[in-house]
T-cell receptor, first 112, second 111 residues
Framework: AQSVTQLDSHVSVSEGTPVLLRCNYS??????LFWYVQHPNKGLQLLLK??????LVKGINGFEAEFKKSETSFHLTKPSAHMSDAAEYFC??????????FGTGTRLQVFP | ETGVTQTPRHLVMGMTNKKSLKCEQH?????MYWYKQSAKKPLELMFV???????ENNSVPSRFSPECPNSSHLFLHLHTLQPEDSALYLC??????????FGPGTRLTVL
C-alpha cells in the first residue's frame, strides 16, 4: 500500500535561511512523488515531481527535492527562504496510476 | 480563462438547501476529480471521472452527487448537508496519469 508521512506539522525559519520539509513514503513499487504548495485561500500548486528519472528534482521558486530509495524519503529543500514561501506544503504519492495520496501537510512560517 | 476554475468561491447554505459547485478546466485534460479538504485532516479524494465516466467513489455519502456532462465540466450537487460537511472543496484535472492541476476551491459552510 502507498502512503506518505510528513514528519513536521509546522516549520519556522527566518528569511534567508535554508528550508527543510521532511517526507517519508511507503510504496510497494517505484513511486511517483510530488510536492504541492497551498497558499492561504488558494488551491494547490505543483512545486515539483519525481517519476523515476533523476533523483534530484528541481521545481519552481528555487525548491528542490531528492529521492532517496534507501531512506524512503523525498525531502523538500530551498537554500534561502523568502517571505512569500510561507504556505502549507503537501507531499503526495501517486497510487494506482490516477489517485493521489496526500500527506497531512507542513505549515511553513517565515519570519523577517 | 486558463487552468482550472471553480465557482462559487464561497458558499453558505442551510441543511435543507440544494446547491451545486461548478468546476471547469481549460487544459484539454481527460480526467477530473473532487477533493474535500477539512481542517487538520489529509485531503480526501471524493470522486474521479475519466473520459466522463465515474471510475471512483470513495464511499462518499449520497447527499453529494457528482455530474460530469463533458470532459471540461464537473459539478458537485449538494442536498441536505450536515455541518460537518463544511470544508474546502477542490476540483482537479489531469491528462491520463500525469500530475493533477487544482482549482482555487470552494469554501463551503453549512449552517
Amino acid at each position: 500500500a502507498q502512503s506518505v508521512t510528513q514528519l513536521d506539522s509546522h516549520v519556522s525559519v527566518s528569511e534567508g535561511t535554508p528550508v527543510l520539509l521532511r517526507c517519508n513514503y511507503s510504496s510497494s513499487y517505484s513511486p511517483s512523488l510530488f510536492w504541492y504548495v497551498q497558499h492561504p485561500n488558494k488551491g494547490l500548486q505543483l512545486l515539483l515531481k519525481y517519476t523515476s528519472a533523476a533523483t534530484l528534482v528541481k521545481g519552481i521558486n528555487g525548491f528542490e527535492a531528492e529521492f532517496k530509495k534507501s531512506e524512503t524519503s523525498f525531502h523538500l529543500t530551498k537554500p534561502s527562504a523568502h517571505m512569500s514561501d510561507a504556505a502549507e506544503y503537501f507531499c503526495v504519492v501517486l497510487y494506482n496510476t490516477d489517485k493521489l495520496i496526500f500527506g497531512t501537510g507542513t505549515r511553513l512560517q517565515v519570519f523577517p | 480563462e486558463t487552468g482550472v476554475t471553480q465557482t462559487p468561491r464561497h458558499l453558505v447554505m442551510g441543511m435543507t438547501n440544494k446547491k451545486s459547485l461548478k468546476c471547469e478546466q481549460h487544459l484539454g485534460h481527460n480526467a477530473m476529480y473532487w477533493y474535500k479538504q477539512s481542517a487538520k485532516k489529509p485531503l480526501e479524494l471524493m470522486f474521479v471521472y475519466s473520459l466522463e465516466e465515474r471510475v471512483e467513489n470513495n464511499s462518499v455519502p449520497s447527499r453529494f452527487s457528482p455530474e460530469c456532462p463533458n470532459s471540461s465540466h464537473l459539478f458537485l450537487h449538494l442536498h441536505t448537508l450536515q455541518p460537518e460537511d463544511s470544508a474546502l472543496y477542490l476540483c482537479a484535472s489531469s491528462q491520463d496519469a500525469h500530475e493533477q492541476f487544482f482549482g482555487p476551491g470552494t469554501r463551503l459552510t453549512v449552517l
